[in-house]
């Protein structure tokens, strides 16, 4: 499928234009927030206070070599998929036929389990803010993004939305941050020189943060855009590497906030740690500004989730491509119809949720790369950079090694 007659998320054709240079600009920032936002969704807020009620500033270890393997990761994604112009199982089936089907496959049932967490999120946010009972709060917040898909202009919509969010949560995290008043010397030393590795926790966050769906998404949505070809490079580049910078800040804040209340000695409630940092931290205003938080995290990830995992089924069928959005709502009732009958704990939810991304991750990337090293015709003549490519082989064992060291940990969560 040519650039020309790439469909939008919206049904129109995209364009990128110099008359269209404003649209291309929001797109390329709506694109960079949906990456952010969607891998600061709810789960790693939940995994955030898990991890660091359980690990103490050694939990800063993990944070760091997600950040590393996510600026790796996203780099080389965004890369191929942007200057070819093709999406993810695009490339895949054109590398390898059929290919492409075993990793939509993947993506979204990986997607499907996510945003049942996501759901699960919203339900915990509208909880802490309001005090619905989780079912009630999860089905209004899946009418709210079903409305965003159904609204003439979803496209712009989506990419308003997760920008003013994503600004809102680190905006208040930084707020926790800052009255929490975490170890910070501590916090650095054990960065590099930790007192406990967990390899689980390790792939558990991955997972959470580029793993699954959550690798395209913003890759994605600069192809629907028409942001593509070697033209358009440094504007690629850049995209992703704002996206990324802007999840370090969020991670790093949301982790010294919550590392600042255990530090103190408090001891977080087992049925919402989240909400019980953040009141720690703040007094009762803290559960709603956690409320906040974290439904702006959630709704925003069940956004991406939606809009990525669909993007993957699409690109299979003519039919399936102009009714994009109407398929992307079934997707999110049917998502927040299994939530609703499950009744599962958010949190458990979250977190298998994160570790089943982080084994998918190696399968999809491992395309990229082989795109990236061999398949020039399908990047229209690009020379991939040698020392990405390197970077990205590296962190592709890495992802393999952590995945096997996972699979006894998915089991005991499960």
Request: a neutral charge; zero cysteines.
């Amino acid at each position: 499928m040519t650039d020309e007659t790439r469909q939008t998320d919206t049904g129109a054709p995209a364009q990128a234009t110099p008359g269209k240079a404003g649209a291309a600009r929001g797109a390329l920032l709506g694109a960079m927030f949906l990456m952010a936002t969607s891998a600061i969704g709810p789960g790693f807020i939940t995994q955030t206070t898990v991890f660091t009620a359980q690990l103490g500033a050694a939990f800063a270890f993990a944070i760091l070599v997600s950040i590393l393997v996510d600026i790796a990761v996203q780099l080389n994604v965004w890369r191929v998929i942007g200057v070819s112009g093709m999406r993810a199982q695009e490339l895949a089936n054109t590398v390898l036929p059929g290919a492409g089907y075993f990793l939509a496959a993947l993506v979204v049932l990986g997607g499907l389990v996510f945003n049942i967490g996501n759901i699960g999120g919203t339900a915990l946010g509208t909880n802490a803010m309001f005090g619905l009972d989780v079912k009630i709060g999860g089905a209004i917040s899946a009418l709210i993004a079903i409305a965003i898909f159904l609204s003439k202009r979803a496209g712009i919509a989506m990419d308003r939305i997760v920008v003013v969010l994503g600004v809102v949560m680190i905006a208040m995290v930084l707020y926790a941050a800052v009255v929490s008043g975490p170890p910070v010397g501590e916090a650095l030393r054990q960065t590099v020189l930790p007192d406990e590795v967990d390899f689980l926790i390790i792939t558990t966050l991955i997972g959470g943060t580029v793993g699954g769906y959550i690798t395209y998404a913003g890759a994605h949505r600069l192809v629907d855009s028409g942001i593509t070809g070697p033209e358009h490079v440094r504007d690629i580049t850049r995209g992703s590497v704002t996206g990324i910078l802007v999840t370090g800040v969020m991670r790093t804040l949301l982790f010294l906030a919550v590392l600042g209340v255990v530090a103190g000695g408090v001891t977080l409630a087992a049925d919402n740690p989240p909400a019980s940092a953040f009141q720690a931290a703040l007094g009762d205003v803290g559960v709603r500004v956690f409320g906040i938080i974290l439904w702006a995290a959630s709704i925003t990830s069940v956004i991406g989730a939606s809009y990525t995992s669909v993007s993957f089924l699409s690109g299979f069928s003519p039919r399936l491509e102009a009714r994009r959005n109407l398929v992307t709502v079934g997707f999110i009732v049917f998502s927040a119809a299994i939530y609703l009958a499950l009744g599962q704990a958010p949190v458990t939810l979250l977190v298998v949720a994160g570790a089943l991304n982080g084994l998918i991750l190696p399968v999809g990337f491992a395309i990229i790369l082989w795109v990236a090293a061999r398949r020039i015709d399908l990047l229209r003549g690009y020379r991939y950079p040698k020392w990405l490519l390197a970077v990205g082989a590296a962190v592709w064992v890495l992802t393999v090694y952590l995945g096997w060291n996972s699979l006894g940990g998915i089991a005991d969560l499960l």
